[in-house]
């Protein structure tokens, strides 16, 4: 099984609402991936998890905050967004950070910010 | 500043030919090289993995790494219609994250 779900499958929502994505995997792997996409774009990472600690924040603007609950679980918050945030947000997990641990994403959520 | 660099395409190849795509990347650290199939609206999709130079097999697919040379390639063979997505490769550097290329956009005429 390597299956990486997502919630909620589309969100929408104003500059001004609080709103959280969700991400969960029971593969047993210890690091966990935020990547944002815009359309006709590779992947762009956002945060790594590893072994439920933060591991690599590449520059995300506070508006963001992930949060990783437990080895299975990792969240992402999200506060007074901009329009220019509307992407397709995958989460993607690993067994680890080592060479060859391969990435499974998971099937995104679909963000508009109005 | 590690890249990875694909030909964005689209790359259009006739049905039950062989689809060639190809990546080059600049940093010999690399270590792991992936590719990954994204359709319109989806998520990317893990299809190859390599870590050794050589040919790789899987079914239809043969991944391709030259270290030296520092590319990797994918081959499809007996392209079909459901083939048609973008392809991205992705570069993995010791202990540290993944770098994708921004795709190659395939087009298999039926």
């Known amino acids: 099984d390597t299956e990486v779900t997502q919630t909620p499958k589309h969100l929408v929502m104003g500059m001004t609402n609080k709103k959280s994505l969700k991400c969960e995997q029971h593969?047993?792997?210890?690091?966990m991936y935020w990547y944002k996409q815009k359309a006709k774009k590779p992947p762009e990472l956002m945060f790594v998890?590893?072994?439920?600690?933060?591991?690599i924040n590449e520059s995300v603007p506070s508006r963001f905050s992930p949060e990783c609950p437990n080895s299975s679980l990792l969240n992402l918050h999200l506060h007074a967004l901009q329009p220019e945030d509307s992407a397709l947000y995958l989460c993607a997990s690993s067994q680890d950070l080592t060479s060859g641990s391969m990435q499974y994403f998971g099937p995104g959520t679909r963000l508009t910010v109005t | 500043q590690k890249e990875v660099e694909q030909n964005s395409g689209p790359l259009s190849v006739p049905e039950g030919a062989i689809a060639s795509l190809n990546c080059t990347y600049s940093?010999?650290?690399?270590?792991?090289f992936f590719w990954y199939r994204q359709y319109s609206g989806k998520s990317p999709e893990l299809i190859m993995f390599?870590?050794?130079?050589g040919d790789k097999e899987d079914g239809r697919f043969t991944a391709q790494l030259n270290k030296a040379s520092q590319y990797v390639s994918l081959l499809i063979r007996d392209s079909q219609p459901s083939d048609s997505a973008t392809y991205l490769c992705a570069v993995m550097y010791f202990g540290d994250k993944i770098i994708f290329g921004k795709g190659t956009r395939l087009h298999i005429l039926p």
């Open positions: 593969m047993g792997h210890r690091a």
């Open positions: 390599i870590y050794s130079n």
């Open positions: 940093d010999r650290g690399s270590q792991s």
């Open positions: 998890y590893s072994y439920e600690k933060l591991s």
